[in-house]
């Protein structure tokens, strides 16, 4: 065959032996990357007379788009919500280790801390790609302090914060900037909060709802002016109540405008939401699940005491709590565990297990063009996964960055 070297100079990887999640379906075909990219094979036969330069057997893996966590407050001993020195040491470190767990992108999450915090934070996060490096950064998820006392979960009341008269100017003091955040988390039934939302969703900034009060209307007035996200359904709202089913609502109203859709976040860990939960909200709203790990600093460590922000917290086996409470506090749980997890409790599919992990948050973000598919041109970002969905490597613009080593096995 004739050599593709006229069209660039890059070579192509071909997959061979493997089922690739693509169009919703686990699909017995090869997998070409080129430059990062993932090729269109027809155009590179008819067009360019290439073919491959190296081909890979994977031996009847299943090949997945790369996980992406839109709420993770740390890991491995790093809190994301404590300014320090070494901060940007700390990230990068976590993003290497979340490799192993099948994460590509993530956007490293802040719980409520003083306007100090965010002005030291903020400006050491920036966006950027992945590679053997670590995971990709798409941006901070700030989530309060802009909530509600009732709900405040495992957030400092004493750094909670609400609106006063120029709404937005006081969100803008007190992160000090926006320009690398991507979500902010706000309970929607705060005064004033719906010009925030509209200035937030104008900067491309995706509005989640939680830590909240809100009863349903509240909740599809947020909506209505560009929330699009909600914070760990379930934990810290109201539950559901018949008369009045409050944010949880959200999953079936008919109120959501026209070509949007809602998604919300799940803590598929075993410890934050009950199993029957997790099948109910599924089944009344599947493709707005979106799997999020909501870990902390003490995920991949052993028990004992650890930090969210401002507070310490003790894990128990899977269960964290802040100390001396029964208050949950995020989890420890790794976005492989989660993806496994919710497979196992809804008894979904394989590809949806993992659409959840990957397309759904994508989409939620807008960067399903180039994120969360195998789609022809997508960003190379995938997984090599068994039948249990356990990890085997992981693949970023194309580029093995983590291999299981089964060596001794």
């Known amino acids: 065959m004739p050599s593709n070297k006229s069209v660039s100079d890059a070579p192509i990887v071909q997959f061979t032996n493997c089922r690739i999640l693509r169009d919703h379906q686990l699909q017995r075909e090869d997998l070409w990357v080129r430059e990062g990219k993932i090729l269109n094979p027809e155009k590179l036969f008819f067009d360019e007379k290439g073919s491959a330069d190296v081909q890979l057997d994977c031996k009847d893996s299943i090949i997945a788009p790369g996980f992406i966590d839109v709420q993770i407050n740390g890991g491995f001993g790093v809190d994301f919500s404590l300014a320090t020195d070494d901060f940007k040491s700390g990230i990068d470190l976590v993003s290497q280790k979340i490799l192993s767990h099948g994460v590509t992108s993530f956007c490293p999450t802040l719980v409520t801390s003083p306007p100090s915090v965010y002005h030291q934070v903020l400006p050491q996060i920036s966006v950027r790609n992945g590679g053997a490096h670590g995971a990709g950064i798409l941006g901070a998820h700030l989530e309060g302090p802009f909530i509600s006392k009732e709900k ?67 909740a599809e007035e947020a909506v209505q002016h560009g929330a699009t996200f909600i914070t760990h359904l379930f934990n810290a709202m109201l539950p559901f109540h018949h008369r009045d089913p409050g944010i949880v609502g959200l999953l079936t109203s008919d109120k959501i405008p026209a070509g949007r859709r809602v998604f919300y976040g799940m803590i598929s860990d075993g410890i934050h939401t009950n199993p029957a939960a997790l099948r109910i909200a599924h089944r009344a709203h599947p493709k707005g699940l979106v799997l999020v790990t909501d870990a902390i600093a003490g995920m991949g460590l052993a028990p004992g005491r650890h930090t969210l922000g401002q507070q310490v917290v003790e894990i128990d086996g899977l269960n964290t709590y802040i100390a001396g409470t029964k208050t949950l506090s995020g989890s420890v749980a790794t976005m492989d565990t989660c993806v496994r997890h919710f497979q196992e409790a809804t008894g979904c599919s394989v590809e949806t297990a993992l659409e959840a992990a990957s397309l759904h948050p994508a989409q939620l ?38 291999r299981q080593d089964v060596s001794g096995m």
């Open 365 to 402: 973000l807008g960067i399903e063009h180039k994120k969360g598919t195998l789609n022809y041109d997508s960003d190379a970002d995938f997984l090599m996964l068994n039948d249990s969905l356990c990890v085997q490597a992981t693949y970023i613009a194309g580029e093995e960055v983590w």
């Open 152 to 218: 405040k979960g495992a957030h400092p009341e004493h750094c909670l914060r609400t609106f006063e008269a120029g709404a937005f100017q006081d969100l803008l003091a007190t992160y000090g900037s926006l320009d690398c955040v991507q979500i902010v988390t706000l309970a929607p039934e705060m005064r004033r909060s719906s010009e925030v939302i509209q200035e937030l969703t104008k900067r491309g900034i995706c509005v989640s709802l939680g830590h909240s009060v809100a009863n349903l209307s509240q």
